[in-house]
């Protein structure tokens, strides 16, 4: 990816008339995008790696494969939220990591993690680098260096077990990889979150990630089997059978541990076959109230969908003053919903029926397939947007949270109320959009876009802005996050999410599986 923006460079957007338009209407921002700045022209901290742990490393990994360069330490400087995206148009020095290591297998992240605990070294794991909690920063901590274990070389299908539904990769297989690796056997894993193009299945692994198909085939947590993990006292291979009583769940410790505990370098996951048939179908809602109770009562029904989503007005009129065509009877007000359905074809339509009549009697108006496809079709687009927004002098940025149905209208209001509260007492109204995306039986999860314009400081304005959204989910009974992860931006909040006894059995377990406490500093644990 660019190392400064989201994604691949010949992939950037400009600015359309039409937001333009809406930019200066709106927020008063012009639109005009300010210069890229030439990455060979980024001071970047001095490297602390001595010569000693740089031999030793690349007696692990192979000389090739150990990194000091100029190029290879920007890329790997962070991930690719707001605030990292903004701290990289600081003249002074960028924070990078001292090296960047890419190790080959198991046994090499195993001997990469003996040299750093022996030399004082900090370990960052990093998949896709897609963070946007602050997850990938390479922070040394009160250690002499940090080290980014870049795990992009351990991408192979290591097992397949037809008959079990099940496939082990290498940790660093993107998603696309995992993808095209498993429609050579006409199977797919069905987990596309918005980061898909570039994350990898151990970074899905380690921050309990949740795809745009979950409503049909769950969060990623629940598709994993089995994985192996290294950890600086020693290994694991947890998950021998689906189901086991035998004492907790050891699993739960490393699934959303954020390389924190060790590093998960080989994932198994249960697979499917890949769907015959894809029944698409948008509806509109009067309000998002009613829309919310149309989602909670088919996600609590028995003919759930692939995709299941709901925006919210505001969100719903912003797409479609933006949207050149959306297709299909579109809208003109209330509330955007998309579905859609896989399976066999006789399957994926009868369950889309079924819903159809639930969804009707719930007060929705059926748009037809196109408006479902157009989502479809640009699902994985929305970042590069942000990054425009950017350069034009806006501030776009994204948080989410869930809590049960019952929660969810006073949820969405807090936090509405904190960032609009917030953002307008620092002379910067924003636009504040939300949506559902995530649906389960018992609640779903809210996904906020906020758009403003930047204020001379706009590092200082957005975290501002984060603080109150942050205290109003954790005062209004939501999680602190619901697939973003914790990282170290939501790390102020884990007290309040799990309780000082539960920050001291993180600690606990941290202390154990890494006394030295070389891996990921500054991230999960407060």
């Known amino acids: 990816m660019a190392w400064d923006a989201w994604g691949l460079p010949e992939r950037r957007q400009d600015l359309s008339d039409a937001q333009r338009a809406l930019l200066t209407a709106a927020l008063g921002v ?210 021998q059978a689906p189901a086991s009583a035998a004492g907790p769940d050891l699993r739960e410790l490393f699934i959303g541990s954020e390389g924190v505990f060790g590093i998960i370098t080989e994932v198994t996951v249960r697979v499917h076959p890949e769907p015959e048939h894809t029944v698409y179908q948008a509806w509109s809602f009067p309000d998002f109230a009613a829309g919310a109770h149309a989602l909670r009562t088919l996600a609590q029904s028995p003919d759930k969908p692939t995709v299941l989503r709901l925006s919210d007005e505001a969100e719903t009129g912003l797409n479609l003053a933006l949207a050149s065509d959306i297709g299909g009877a579109a809208p003109t007000g209330g509330c955007l919903a998309i579905t859609t359905f896989e399976g066999d074809r006789a399957g994926a339509q009868a369950r889309a029926g079924r819903a159809a009549a639930l969804l009707t009697a719930a007060g929705g108006t059926a748009l037809g397939e196109q408006p479902a496809r157009a989502w479809e079709h640009g699902r994985f687009d929305a970042p590069y947007l942000r990054d425009t927004l950017l350069r034009a002098g806006a501030i776009a940025e994204t948080l989410e949270t869930a809590t049960t149905w019952q929660n969810l209208a006073h949820l969405r209001q807090s936090v509405t109320a904190a960032l609009t509260g917030n953002l307008t007492a620092q002379g910067t109204p924003a636009l504040v959009l939300c949506h559902i995306s995530h649906t389960y039986p018992t609640g779903a999860s809210l996904y906020f876009t906020v758009v403003c314009a930047q204020s001379e400081d706009p590092l200082t304005q957005w975290m501002s802005a984060k603080r109150a959204a942050g205290d109003a989910i954790v005062a209004a009974g939501g999680t602190i996050t619901h697939h973003h992860a914790v990282g170290r931006d939501h790390r102020p909040w884990m007290a309040a999410e799990v309780g000082e006894l539960g920050v001291a059995v993180l600690r606990a377990v941290k202390n154990t599986v890494d006394p030295d406490g070389i891996l990921n500093p500054g991230k999960l644990i407060p």
């Open 30 to 239: 012009s639109g005009d995008l300010q210069p890229e700045r030439d990455a060979a022209a980024v001071t970047l901290t001095e490297s602390a790696l001595t010569s000693a742990a740089s031999t030793a490393l690349a007696e692990a990994v192979g000389a090739d494969h150990v990194h000091t360069d100029h190029d290879r330490r920007l890329r790997h400087s962070g991930g690719k939220s707001t605030p990292d995206l903004l701290r990289r148009k600081d003249s002074g020095p960028q924070q990078a990591p001292d090296a960047v290591v890419e190790p080959a297998d198991h046994d090499q992240v195993a001997a990469v993690l003996t040299v750093c605990a022996a030399h004082r070294i900090a370990v960052v794991p990093f998949g896709g680098g897609t963070s946007v909690v602050g997850g990938v920063d390479p922070e040394p901590g009160d250690l002499t260096a940090v080290v980014t274990l870049d795990l992009g070389r351990m991408n192979a299908l290591l097992d397949l077990d037809v008959e079990s539904g099940t496939a082990t990769f290498g940790a660093g297989t993107t998603g696309p990889q995992a993808e095209q690796l498993l429609a050579e056997h006409g199977l797919s894993l069905g987990h596309f979150p918005q980061s898909f193009q570039f994350a990898t299945l151990g970074g899905f692994a380690a921050t309990r990630s949740s795809g745009q198909a979950s409503a049909g085939y769950g969060r990623f947590d629940d598709m994993v089997q089995r994985f192996r993990v290294v950890t600086p006292a020693g290994e694991l291979a947890l998950g």
